[in-house]
């Protein structure tokens, strides 16, 4: 089986158009592998709920999202920022498939509480149905994924990209998850972690070295090794080489998290 790498791309991880044109060039050179993406778009989302009088809150790095709210964020993650990269990618010479996680009813949620409180329209994934995203992987095309989903009936909520691309790299029998970010990695004492067991990240977590959102992310992280995707890494786009040395093994950059 060829290599199929899911990269999570976090909101600030590339700076505008030029970011994505190195990501299409790294794809491109990227010969026999396959690449699924799933993006957040944290910053843009806040931006407008701002400019519509609403406020952010967030638990634990996850955002409370109202039915108020649901509206502007499934208009910015599976309108803007999907069309935007979508086209970017295209146009530097990388098909691309655009869907959600309502697409074909790529993922089913129901609510998600967190601590015994109630986060509004936040989902729980429940069941995926990955065939949308391995057809569009045979046709030769990149599934960009906004992760807006559906619950049984079709009602639309707010799923944490980070949890939506660690189930779908699950499902669909990802080699390595891949976290692109506005950090270098995880940090312990001021240096980049660049290998971290899960039992390691979690006593990093337990003493509040690790916290605020990069909980979430390692939660994510270890509910993909947990279902047999073999890598996890956190890491700072470095380049076009930076898919290469992943996919080679030979990576001295960012966070690798195993069992």
């Known amino acids: 089986m060829k290599p199929r790498i899911l990269i999570k791309i976090g909101g600030r991880a590339f700076e505008g158009e030029d970011g994505f044109k190195d990501l299409a060039q790294a794809i491109r050179y990227s010969q026999n592998v396959e690449i699924i993406i799933v993006h957040g778009g944290g910053a ?3 931006q407008a709920l701002k400019d519509a009088n609403r406020e952010s809150v967030f638990l634990d790095g996850i955002r409370v999202t109202h039915a108020e709210d ?9 309108g803007t920022i999907n069309q935007r990269i979508a086209s970017w990618l295209n146009q530097n ?34 069941q995926v149905n990955p065939d949308v995203v391995l057809d569009a992987l045979k046709t030769g095309l990149v599934p960009v994924v906004s992760p807006i989903s559906g619950n049984e009936s079709g ?39 660049l290998s971290l067991t899960v039992q390691k990240a979690k006593a990093l977590i337990a003493d509040g070295t690790i ?7 390692m939660e ?40």
């Open 93 to 126: 010479g990388v098909p691309c498939s655009r869907m959600s996680g309502k697409t074909k009813r790529l993922f089913i949620v129901e609510p998600l509480r967190r601590h015994g409180h109630d986060l509004g329209f936040v989902g729980k994934i429940r």
């Open 70 to 78: 649901m509206k502007i964020v499934e208009n910015v993650l599976s």
């Open 211 to 217: 916290k605020d959102g990069m909980v979430a992310k």
């Open 220 to 259: 994510s992280a270890f509910e993909a090794l947990d279902n047999k995707v073999p890598r996890v890494h956190i890491i700072q786009w470095q380049g076009h080489r930076t898919l290469q040395n992943i996919i080679t093994g030979d990576c001295t950059t960012g966070t690798t998290i195993h069992r």
């Open 155 to 193: 009602e639309s909520y707010n799923v944490n990209a980070d949890s939506a691309a660690a189930t779908l790299a699950a499902s669909a029998q990802c080699t390595d998850l891949v976290f692109i970010t506005n950090v270098p990695g995880v940090l312990v004492e001021g240096q980049i972690c």
């Open 44 to 46: 843009e989302i806040s």
